[in-house]
């Protein structure tokens, strides 16, 4: 994902701008959410490091894809579970086998994917753990 440090960041509302940004198309933009980019870094360390700048240029390319408003297969982006409430939809897990990248697309902030967490992981089955912390994450962002 992207390198976000001194990124203009005017066109986020005031309340999201200490987010960090993992990318921004031209439809969408996908934001980290509070130590979601220290998953990512922690996932990757799981990973040998000669595997690892491949799997960094396919999550990129995949998150391109994405921002740009390109649909991904299914297994590539699958539905995982749903999000709090009635009617708020389902959070995906962004997969480039073995990492994870858990996110939803927000109905508070039009046109923003929140990046929930990301974990290394080598099995298919939804963990419940990694649930609450999507549920939690969604929670602070779009209930306030």
């Not at 922690?42 to 990973?47: N, Q, R, T």
Request: net charge positive; aromatic share 10%.
């Amino acid at each position: 994902m992207e390198n976000s440090e001194e990124v203009d960041k005017s066109f986020l509302p005031e309340e999201l701008r200490h987010l960090d940004i993992a990318h921004r198309g031209s439809r969408y933009t996908v934001l980290y959410c509070e130590g979601a980019k220290d998953t990512y870094e922690s996932a990757l360390g799981h990973i040998p490091k000669g595997r690892q700048s491949s799997i960094k240029a396919r999550l990129r390319a995949l998150l391109k894809r994405l921002s740009d408003g390109n649909r991904l297969s299914q297994d590539n982006f699958p539905q995982e579970a749903n999000l709090p409430g009635k009617g708020n939809g389902r959070f995906r897990a962004l997969k480039k086998i073995p990492i994870r990248v858990y996110m939803w697309l927000s109905k508070r902030y039009p046109s923003i994917y929140f990046i929930s967490h990301c974990i290394f992981k080598n099995k298919n089955e939804l963990a419940e753990a990694d649930k609450k912390i999507v549920c939690n994450n969604w929670r602070k962002l779009e209930e306030g």
